[in-house]
């Protein structure tokens, strides 16, 4: 069974950096593409953030683009959102993900950690 633990969520001001990580355990990390989801109060869920098994490939949601960067080391099993510029907007809870990339560009999630809380105050 495949077990995601993120860590590094917390309460930063506008402008201010965080850095997501994600752990994995139970499967094998490295065939798996990784991506971060995220939801806010009263909203629906966004993927904000998907890289390939191998890290060559990634991709972004328009509200996060030039602001967030999305990682992976393999040999660590480990996955990283590094998140800049943060506004109060991007407050919600951020969830990592494994799951299957297609060669279209959708990402379906199929193994969930159960999230950490940003919170950005203006």
């Known amino acids: 069974q495949v077990q995601l633990v993120e860590s590094g969520g917390g309460l930063v001001q506008a402008g201010g950096s965080l850095r997501l990580s994600c752990t994995a355990s139970?499967?094998?990390?490295?065939?798996?593409?990784m991506g971060w989801y995220r939801q806010a109060p009263g909203k629906q869920c966004e993927l904000v953030a998907v890289?390939?098994?191998?890290?060559?490939?990634?991709d972004y949601a328009d509200s996060v683009k030039g602001r967030f960067t999305i990682s992976r080391d393999n040999r660590k099993n480990t996955g990283y959102l590094q998140m800049v510029s943060l506004k109060p907007k991007d407050t919600a809870v951020y969830y990592c993900?494994?799951?299957?990339?297609?060669?279209?560009?959708?990402?379906?999630?199929?193994?969930w950690g159960l999230g950490t809380q940003v919170t950005v105050s203006s």
């Open positions: 993900t494994t799951g299957r990339y297609y060669s279209n560009g959708y990402y379906a999630g199929a193994y």
């Open positions: 139970g499967g094998t990390f490295s065939v798996a593409a």
């Open positions: 890289i390939s098994s191998d890290g060559d490939t990634t």
